[in-house]
Every structure is written in structure tokens, then in C-alpha cells.
């Protein structure tokens, strides 16, 4: 599975953002997906995700402001981030773990290629 990821770009401190993470040639349901993020001299860490079964977990710097979201259909998930503060800045990476049958049982952990959010004070 390949993952593109896009809407990063500039915001002022207390604006919005929403990233897209296009999966292609599918996103299933029971996949689990999340987004990190990496800053400048940082390790990246987790942002969020969303188990197969809809379980949300949220780095404690962002509850309340992000939300996690999937559209199968679409093969699409999204990261809504609200409020953003100037530490949000960051390349955001999408993250897709899963498993695909074609003949044997294919597990994958996928990474998109990052967006930069920065945001301005």
C-alpha cells in the first residue's frame, strides 16, 4: 500500500489544517492507521490513530484540538488539527499497518512521504 499524504502549508497560531492521506490501491476497515509527526532535531512521535475496531488514541498535546478520521470509500484518512499552536510545527507523516491476502498473508506497515505544517505566532 502507498500513501500520499498532503495539506500542509502555513497557519497562524489558533487556525486549522486538515491533512489528507490518500491509500493506494485500497484502504480496508480493518486496517489501523495513525499519524506522527517529526520536528526539527526530534524524534518523530505519535499524533494519532484509529484501530480497525474505531479506537482513537491521541498524543496528550494534541486532545481536544485533533481528531483522526477515515473514509474507506475514499481510501482517504484525515487529521482535523484545530487550535494549532506554533509546536505543532512539524513534518506529518500518515502510518497504514494492515494485512492483504494474494495467495499468502501480505502484513505492511506504510509511510507517506511527510507534510510540512508550520505554524506562525
Known amino acids: 500500500v502507498q500513501l500520499q499524504a498532503s495539506g500542509g502549508g502555513l497557519a497562524q497560531s489558533g487556525g486549522s489544517l486538515r491533512l489528507s492521506c490518500a491509500a493506494s490501491?485500497?484502504?480496508?476497515?480493518?486496517?489501523?492507521v495513525g499519524w506522527y509527526r517529526q520536528a526539527p532535531g526530534k524524534q518523530r512521535q505519535l499524533v494519532a490513530t484509529?484501530?480497525?475496531?474505531?479506537?482513537?488514541n491521541y498524543a496528550d498535546s494534541v486532545k481536544g484540538r485533533f481528531t483522526i478520521s477515515r473514509d474507506n470509500a475514499k481510501n482517504t484518512v484525515y487529521l482535523q488539527m484545530d487550535s494549532l499552536k506554533p509546536e505543532d510545527s512539524a513534518v506529518y507523516f500518515c502510518n497504514v499497518k494492515g494485512i492483504r491476502y494474494s495467495g499468502s498473508i501480505r502484513p505492511f506497515d506504510s509511510w507517506g512521504q511527510g507534510t510540512q505544517v508550520t505554524v506562525s505566532s
Open positions: 484509529a484501530t480497525s475496531g474505531g479506537t482513537t
Open positions: 490501491p485500497s484502504l480496508f476497515s480493518r486496517d489501523s
